[in-house]
C-alpha cells in the first residue's frame, strides 16, 4: 500500500473479505439486506469491518479488536 500511495483498501466482495479476513458471512439476514461484509485496511493499524451481526463478528475474527466491528445495514 505504501508503494502504491494507498492510504487504505476497502473490500466489497464476499470472496475477498473472506480471503484476507476468514470471515464468513451469515446468510440470514445478510441474503435479503443484499449482502455481505465490507472490510476497509488501513495503511496502518487494524482493519474495519462492517457486518450485520457485530457480536458474531467479534467472536469469529478475535485477532481483531471489538471496536474495529460497525453494524451495517
Request: aromatic share 12%.
Amino acid at each position: 500500500m505504501t508503494k502504491a500511495e494507498l492510504d487504505y483498501i476497502i473490500l466489497l466482495r464476499m470472496e475477498n473479505c473472506r480471503y484476507t479476513t476468514s470471515i464468513k458471512r451469515l446468510y440470514w439476514p445478510t441474503i435479503r439486506l443484499g449482502g455481505g461484509p465490507v472490510v476497509a485496511f488501513h495503511r496502518e493499524g487494524p482493519p474495519e469491518v462492517w457486518i450485520t451481526d457485530t457480536d458474531f463478528a467479534a467472536k469469529a475474527l478475535v485477532w481483531i479488536d471489538e471496536d474495529r466491528f460497525q453494524a451495517g445495514t
